[in-house]
C-alpha cells in the first residue's frame, strides 16, 4: 500500500477526517491526493467515504476479507444450514458472492440481474437479511 492508518473507530467521518488529513499533507509536498483506485477491506463506512471524496477512483475491495466477512457470516448468522436445506437459496448465495469481483459501482446491476433470475423472497429469511444488510 501507500498509505495506513490506524484509527479509533470505522465511521465514516473518521475515514474522511484521514483522508482530508493526508490530502492536506500531499498538498504541502505539491503532489495532489487524486489515486487511480482505492484498495480496502469490506468496511462500508470506508467504502463510502472514498466514493465521495475519490470521485473518479475505482474502490477495489481485498479478497481476503471480502471472504473472510462472508464466511463469519456463513458461520455466525446461520447461513450455513439454510445454505444446506434450501437449493434456490444455495444459487443465490452462490451467484451473490461473486458480486464482490465486481467493480462496485457495478454492484447495482449485477444484483439485479441475480434478483431476477431466482424465485425467492430473500427478506423473508432473517439470517439472509442480516447478511443482505451488511453488505448491501
Known sequence: PIASSLL???????????????????????????PGFVHCDCEPALINSSKSIFQNALIRLCRFHVVDAIRRHENGNGLRPIINKNS????????????FFFPIR????????ILNAV????????????????FF
Do not use: N
Not at 434456490?88 to 458480486?99: C, G
Open 8 to 34: 479509533p473507530h470505522k465511521l465514516q467521518i473518521t475515514y474522511k477526517d484521514m483522508f482530508d488529513l493526508s490530502g492536506s499533507v500531499c498538498a504541502e509536498q505539491g503532489k495532489p491526493l487524486d
Open 88 to 99: 434456490a437459496f444455495k444459487r443465490f448465495y452462490h451467484q451473490l458472492r461473486q458480486i
Open 106 to 113: 457495478e454492484w447495482p446491476r449485477i444484483w439485479y440481474l
Open 119 to 134: 424465485d425467492l423472497d430473500t427478506r423473508s429469511i432473517p439470517a439472509v437479511a442480516v447478511f443482505l444488510d451488511y
